[in-house]
C-alpha cells in the first residue's frame, strides 16, 4: 500500500509538470483562413467555401456526439480549420498520409481527402477530432499521462468507428492472436508515446484494437467507465484514475478482454461493424 502511494505522489507529480510545458509548434500562427459566412466557428482556405459548409453542416451532429460521450460540454466553441489544398494541410500538419488533425495547441485541421476521395468519412473524423479537442481544452493538447491507446481509443468509440475504419473488429483480433497487441503497461511520457509500431502493429490494427479495448471496458461497467472519464477530464493521472475506479491496473483489468479474444467470447459495444478497406 505504500508503496503505491509513493507512486501515486511521484506520477502525481510528473503530471504536473507534463501539462505546463507548451508544445513549441503552439507559437505558430494559423493564418491564410476566413470565417464562413454563416458559421464563425468554421474557418475556411479561401475558395473553398462549399467544403466549408459540409463541415458546418456535420458539425451539430458531431459536437453533440462528443458532449454525450464525455458528458461534459465544450469549455469553448471549438473552431474547425479547413484546409482545401495539400498546401494547406501539409503547412499546419507535418505527420504524413493523414485525412485529420488536432495539432498544438487544441487546433483541429482538415485535409482536402474528406472534400474528395474520403468525403464520406467527414462525419466521423470530425467526431473523432472533436473529441480530441474536447478533452485537449480540459487537460492540454493529448496529454501524456493519457496513454494514446486511450486517447485514440477513445476518440473511435465516440465517432462510432470514425478514425478506425480501416481495419475490422476480425482483423483486430487476428493480430492480438498473433501476439501483436498493446502494451497496458507501457507508460507515456511527454518525449516518448507508444504508438503501432511499439507493440508490431500497423495503425489501422492499432486504432482498431484500442477501440475494442475502451469499448469493451465501457460495455462492462458503464458506471465505473463514467467515473474514469469524469477523472481523466478532472486531470487526474490515468493510471490514479484508473486505480481509484476498478482498484486494479488496466492491464489487470483488460486481461477480461484479452482472454475474450483469445477465447472467442469478446463482448464490446460495436456490433457488426464493417470497415473500409485501407488506402493504397
Known sequence: MKTWLVVAVLLATVQGCALTVSNPRALQPIDGFVPLADDARVWVEPGYGAYGERVSAALPAAIAAVEAAHTLPFLRPPRVYVCGSEECFHRYVYTPRLSAAVIPDNRVILSPNLNGRESARLPGLLTHELA??????????????VPVWFHEGWASLTANGGG?????????????????RIDLVARDTPDWRHRAGAFGLNIFEFYRESMLLVGWLKTQDEARFHQLVLAVQANTDFEIAFWNVYGQSPATRL???????????VFNDNGQTLAAPAQP
Open 255 to 265: 486481461t477480461g478482454f484479452f482472454d475474450g479474444v483469445q477465447g472467442n467470447a
Open 164 to 180: 478506425a475504419e480501416y481495419a475490422s473488429d476480425a482483423q483486430a483480433y487476428a493480430a492480438i492472436r498473433a501476439g501483436r
Open 132 to 145: 480530441h479537442l474536447h478533452l485537449g481544452q480540459r487537460i492540454g493538447h493529448y496529454n501524456s499521462t
